[in-house]
């Protein structure tokens, strides 16, 4: 068994230390203790420079600062979080870009999309545009009530043939109701729910969600 040079068990007191100060750090209060020691044991017959005692000081002002400013940070870090929380909530019900409309198509598989019909369509056609914007399909519209309408497209040009394997752009022209014309676009839709995780926001547009940061512009709904 070890014996400390006071006669104190070694793993006794080890154990006590690690209980009390686990990680070793010293924080301000402990900075002043040492500081009061210092100055009750000193040598009276050749005290401590004052210069030095400005400079503990000083330091233990610097140290009591700096937890201060962190436990600041901390905070302002939490609010803002939570301030960005209510903004990404606040935007449900407005209207959503992504700022893309485009499509995948692959060989052998339609390419399924969804737009969002802000009013009721009579009649109409989906454009599939390649990447000149040049028209390679043209599908007519049935009539279809306002809102987000699933839409497919089997990768055929008009002609018939089979385009080929690539990216493609959706737009769609349309007459509602009031014999009003309408241009809408895939990748525009209503924001219909919010969901965290993990601290990260993503909205609802459509069926799908996404992540709130790839919104490229949101107007009221």
Do not use: C
Not at 136 to 144: F, H, N, Q
Request: charged letters at 15%; zero cysteines; hydrophobic letters at 35%.
């Amino acid at each position: 068994m070890a014996i400390d040079s006071v006669g104190n068990n070694a793993a006794t007191a080890a154990s006590s230390s690690t209980a009390v100060n686990p990680k070793g750090v010293l924080g301000k209060d402990d900075f002043l203790k040492l500081l009061l020691l210092e100055l009750k044991y000193q040598d009276p017959t050749s005290p401590m420079d004052s210069e030095k005692i400005l400079s503990q000081t000083s330091q233990l002002a610097t140290l009591e600062s700096a937890e201060n400013t962190n436990k600041s940070l901390t905070t302002l870090a939490a609010s803002l979080a939570s301030s960005m929380q209510f903004s990404t909530i606040s935007a449900i019900g407005k209207i959503a870009d992504t700022g893309s409309n485009a499509v995948v198509f692959e060989q052998g598989a339609a390419t399924n999309f969804e737009i969002y019909y802000p009013t009721n369509v009579v009649s109409g056609s989906v454009n599939v545009l390649d990447v000149n914007g040049a028209v390679v399909k043209t599908i007519p519209l049935d009539p279809l009530t306002k809102g987000v309408q699933p839409l497919s497209w089997n990768g055929s040009d008009n002609n018939g043939n089979t385009v080929d394997a690539g990216t493609y752009y959706v737009e769609s022209t349309y007459t509602d109701d009031n014999h009003q014309n309408h241009t809408v676009r895939l990748g525009t839709y209503p924001i219909t729910s919010v969901r965290f995780d993990n601290g990260t926001a993503s909205v609802k547009m459509g069926s799908n969600y996404v992540p709130f940061d790839s919104i490229r512009e949101i107007v009221g709904g």
